[in-house]
């Protein structure tokens, strides 16, 4: 078990920009989550994966926003067209399906956008 | 809508000392509550849940939690604070329909040597 791994774990980008980011949750897990978090705050729920599919998303994912997870493995988190207020650190978790709330975390992808 | 505050951004306590981290919350129906603790340059890591049962719940690294649901609070405690648990700890209910955390908004631990 290496634990819940993301890349990069750095981006700049410049506005207007398209960025991918990658999260390889725990091999056993099925459940995969994507969180936004801003300097000073908790993370906040941006969608949810059971295996392949995607059942739960927030309002916070714009449409400019896209999340895959095409074999129920790995997933992608895509941003298109970059705004200065995407700047956040974006965290992936995963969970295994018998867990109650209990989330591992990456140590997460920081955006910055110039 | 599911809801938990934490009404200190900071909490400084001494070496040795019993610290609390205080939590709060808003929930329908039965809270499912957590501590998560959150170290420089590393991912969210879980420290205790409260599902059911026993109101005192303990967690990883001589951690425990009251869960109070006349108070609708869920403190973090420690009888006696290290060096190495400073960091920053959140809150956060978990929704069971939606299958998400929503955390608070953080309090900063220093545990001053």
């Known amino acids: 078990d290496t634990g819940v791994s993301q890349n990069p774990r750095h981006k700049i980008t410049k506005r207007g920009q398209n960025v991918t980011f990658r999260c390889d949750p725990i091999?056993?897990?099925?459940?995969l989550y994507w969180y936004r978090q801003t300097l000073g705050q908790g993370p906040e729920f941006l969608t949810y994966?059971?295996?392949?599919?995607?059942?739960?998303k927030s309002r916070l994912l714009s449409d400019r926003f896209s999340a895959e997870r095409p074999k129920g493995s790995f997933s992608t988190l895509e941003i298109q067209r970059t705004e200065q207020g995407d700047s956040a650190m974006y965290l992936c978790?995963?969970?295994?399906?018998?867990?109650?709330?209990?989330?591992?975390f990456g140590p997460g992808t920081r955006l910055t956008v110039t | 809508a599911q809801s938990v505050a934490q009404p200190e951004d900071q909490v400084n306590v001494a070496e040795g000392n019993p610290l609390t981290v205080k939590c709060t919350y808003s929930?329908?129906?039965?809270?499912?509550l957590f501590w998560y603790v959150q170290y420089p340059n590393r991912g969210l890591q879980f420290l205790l849940k409260?599902?059911?049962?026993?109101?005192l719940v303990k967690g990883s690294y001589g951690f425990e939690a009251e869960f109070n649901k006349s108070q609708t609070s869920f403190h973090l405690k420690k009888p006696s604070a290290l060096v190495s648990d400073s960091a920053l700890y959140f809150c956060?209910?978990?929704?069971?329909?939606?299958?998400?955390?929503?955390f608070g908004s953080g309090t900063q631990l220093t545990v001053l040597p």
């Open positions: 978790a995963s969970s295994s399906s018998t867990s109650v709330g209990e989330q591992y």
């Open positions: 091999s056993e897990h099925n459940r």
């Open positions: 994966f059971q295996n392949e599919a995607q059942l739960e």
């Open positions: 929930v329908s129906g039965n809270p499912y």
């Open positions: 409260y599902i059911t049962g026993d109101n």
């Open positions: 956060a209910s978990f929704s069971g329909s939606a299958r998400q955390l929503t």
